[in-house]
């Protein structure tokens, strides 16, 4: 997908591009690398470079991301004596080794500007500022070290450090967040640089959609470069999906979409895509005047201000109103501008209003899924399954790689997988004072989900919600006089990326383990803290790679007596992949939790029977107007969290492909189906003699479902008609211009019209909505 993304951000209006690298990606054992396929960075760069675009290459190696574990190789963890983003020898000899690693590489490619390739700026640490006090003065001493270090490899352009407000010269300190206008760098003399716009946030499990208006970011955006602003990046631009098991928090979800200007699929995410390609276009018209001018900012009151910039000649102006609810008039040079609340206007001449952030004159696109069209495909895919491989070594047995007399974190493991089974005995007997007819195990647990087995029998899980990740489990049990077999299998669902010392936060199971034998008012406990423990690292099929077809495995495959609803059981089905060149989800319904993988590409972690929680969205249209935070304007209140999966196309083979499933928590997989997103319906909008542009990406407009100029009320897919509207019939004229074209372009005038006699105080907007 890389040369249709960054092809799109370019014609977004983008100049450059700016990635993390992952070092858990790139290094996941020690001293192996990984640069193949999706890893392969310099590839990355070179169709960044092909495009003609600059790069910003932020290598951390700490990343946060809510990507696993902030970007760290898990291995690092089991080094003994290392403290992690600390002036620490064994963490810094690591984290220079890959730094280095990665600049000769970039090196070796002339790919930094200095060489003549695209990177501009190369970034070290992420957001160390927001910690380091937590680190005492080893921190201090630990961000000079990582400047000096990163002066010394030499790349010949600048360094940043994103959210560093002490950053040692020569790094620059940059900023990041939903607004960074206010924001100086520590040294004056260097420029003002936003690292991270978040054009929208991320979800968790059992989070809901979060949305940011075009509105609001273009405000964000205006106001950035009207008060002197040299860079700014979006984050995200793409966000994407969280492959295999990318996703960090704890609890982030597959889809790392964030309400991106291009969404998870690569679809231009309408009007926030357009709204911010008008305005990039139009501040890059003005780069003279505002890289050379002279600055004059005049103070209208009550948070209206004007900024000019001028050189020679020429000027170009930003008229901006923080006011959260009331519209301002401007009089500058004998004319009067209207500035919507929360918004700023744009006057490239200092004359013509060219571009207000609140008054959108772009489309939206709502997408609709529709069912795999393939030849011959079935409506119901056809599944084979099999249960987990060997189980009763764990559940039985109690058989497992290693042992030792305490209980572990789950991180010894290197997180090679998300499941580690925890397997001790108990001796018990009758005459133990313990023995009475309420005996329970109780767990504790910092999570992320736990399933108990006692002598192979399933007790029940436990699970996390975000946030929250330690809990207790305890649940009654009948134990056999002598021998019995506990096995709890612990889920890890991505570990910490963000926090102080978040690399020593806990995973798995902490301990203690207990059983309590309770008798009248006596409680009794019995601590297997101690006790052998062995453990087994991952799944046996997961060991056996038993998603790829060549797996020895692969024939053990039932094709009768379907199991539902039954834990650890691996499900395969066959399928043609959908025609056309629309993006593939997949449809996921019915699942509980586990992974998926298409011709063994793992499309990551599924849980759709994690719903969202109920409370929290509103069905009015989200108000842009004032400070954004990240619940502001939620939806996909009491939906699964994430029903749809997003299966890239590059997934797919020609002729039969394969989808393999492990389901953690028992589902029904009859439901689960492929499907193709395209464009449904789109609501083109235009102000006042501005053009409404109507575009079904390709396809034709095949009905008019709603026109009308005036001041229209209601959202995309739900417009009805306000106080006023043009005298014409607004839909037979959009209908004669648009049905049949893919697009059309109608302007917004009285005279196309009719008189609409709206007041004064109305902006009037021709609003229409089409079906593709
Ligand atoms: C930032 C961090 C990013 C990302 C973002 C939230 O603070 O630098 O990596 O985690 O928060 O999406």
């Known amino acids: 997908m890389w040369p249709d993304l960054i092809k799109k951000a370019k014609d977004g209006g983008l100049n450059a591009i700016e990635t993390y690298v992952f070092w858990n990606a790139h290094e996941p054992l020690r001293r192996q690398y990984d640069f193949s396929g999706n890893n392969d960075l310099i590839r990355f760069i070179q169709t960044v470079k092909d495009e003609g675009l600059y790069a910003i290459l932020r290598i951390g190696p700490y990343v946060c991301a809510e990507w696993n574990y902030g970007g760290f190789p898990v291995w690092l963890h089991n080094m003994p004596g290392i403290e992690m983003r600390s002036a620490n020898n064994v963490f810094m000899n690591e984290m220079q080794n890959f730094t280095s690693l990665i600049v000769d590489m970039m090196k070796k490619e002339s790919l930094f500007a200095s060489q003549g390739g695209p990177i501009i700026l190369a970034q070290i ?62 040294n004056p003399n260097t420029p003002k640089i936003w690292t991270e716009n978040w054009t929208g946030w991320f979800k968790n499990w059992g989070g809901l959609d979060p949305k940011r208006t075009a509105e609001d970011v273009a ?42 200007p291009l969404n998870e699929y690569g679809s231009l995410n309408q009007p926030k895509y357009g709204h911010l390609t008008q305005l990039h276009n139009i501040l890059r018209s003005m780069e003279r005047t505002l890289t050379y001018g002279n600055v004059t900012s005049t103070d209208y009151g009550n948070s209206v201000f004007g900024t000019v910039y001028s050189i020679d000649n020429t000027s170009s102006c930003f008229f901006g109103n923080a006011n959260v609810t009331s519209d301002a008039t401007v009089n500058y040079q004998g004319v009067d501008y209207n500035i919507p609340a929360w918004s700023v206007s744009i006057l490239p001449d200092c004359k013509t209003e060219v571009y207000n952030t609140a008054r959108v004159n772009i489309q939206t696109n709502l997408m609709v899924k529709e069912s795999n069209q393939a030849e011959d495909e079935p409506a119901s895919l056809k599944w084979s399954w099999r249960p987990e491989i060997n189980l009763e070594q764990t559940l039985v047995q109690g058989k497992g790689q290693v042992s030792t007399s305490m209980i572990v974190d789950q991180k010894v493991t290197n997180d090679v997988s998300d499941y580690l089974w925890y397997m001790t005995s108990l001796n018990v007997d009758k005459d133990d004072p313990i023995w009475t007819d309420d005996m ?19 007790l029940d899980s436990q699970w996390a919600t975000y946030g929250i990740f330690n809990y207790v489990f305890e649940k009654k049990v009948k134990l056999n006089p002598g021998k019995n077999q506990i096995t709890l299998l612990s889920a890890t669902v991505g570990l910490q990326n963000y926090g102080p010392k978040f690399d020593v936060v806990q995973s798995g199971i902490s301990g203690p383990v207990e059983i309590i034998g309770r008798k009248g008012d006596e409680t009794i406990i019995k601590d297997l803290s101690l006790h052998k423990w062995s453990y087994k690292t991952g799944l046996h099929g997961l060991d056996n790679k038993i998603y790829n077809s060549d797996s020895k495995f692969s024939a053990q495959w039932n094709s009768d007596n379907l199991p539902l609803n039954k834990m650890l059981t691996w499900y395969k089905t066959t399928f043609k992949a959908p025609l056309g060149e629309d993006p593939v989800a997949l449809d996921m319904q019915g699942l509980g939790k586990g992974l998926a993988w298409v011709n063994g590409n793992s499309i990551g972690r599924y849980w759709p029977s994690y719903m969202a929680q109920e409370d929290g969205c509103s069905t009015e249209a989200c108000d842009y107007r004032g400070s954004y935070y990240s619940s502001k304007c939620d939806t996909n209140c009491g939906q699964p969290t994430q029903r749809w999966y997003h299966v890239p196309r590059s997934f797919f083979q020609d002729g039969v492909n394969e989808l393999v499933l492990f389901e953690e928590f028992g589902g029904n997989p009859t439901l689960v189906n492929f499907q193709t997103l395209r464009v449904g319906t789109v609501c083109g909008s235009a102000y006042e003699n501005k053009d409404m542009e109507l575009s079904c990406q390709g396809r034709p407009i095949s009905a008019i479902k709603f026109a009308s100029f005036g001041d229209v009320q209601g959202t995309c897919g739900s417009y009805y008609k306000g106080t006023c509207a043009g005298q014409n019939d607004a839909l037979s004229i959009i209908q004669n211009a648009c049905v049949g074209k893919e697009t059309c372009t109608v302007s917004a005038t009285e005279s196309t019209f009719g008189a609409a006699n709206c007041t004064e105080d109305i902006s009037k907007r021709l609003i229409v909505e089409a079906v593709c």
Request: charge should be negative; glycine fraction near 12%.
């Open 219 to 260: 405000f964000a955006v205006a106001r950035f470069y009207q008060n002197g602003g040299s860079l700014q990046n979006y984050y995200m631009y793409h966000g994407g999906t969280n492959f295999g098991r990318t996703a960090g928090g704890p609890y982030i979800t597959t889809t790392y979409d964030y309400d991106a």
């Open 440 to 458: 329970s195990i109780r767990v504790n647990a910092t999570g992320h989900i736990l399933h108990a087995y006692v002598n192979g029998e399933y």
């Open 125 to 186: 640490e992420n957001e160390y500022g927001n910690v380091i006090s937590s680190y005492g003065d080893v921190g201090k001493a630990y961000i000079n070290w990582c400047a000096s270090m990163a002066k010394s490899l030499d790349i010949g352009v600048p360094w940043i450090m994103c959210q560093e407000d002490d950053a040692p010269e020569p790094m620059l300190n940059t900023c990041n967040g939903y607004y960074c206008d206010q924001f100086t760098p520590n």
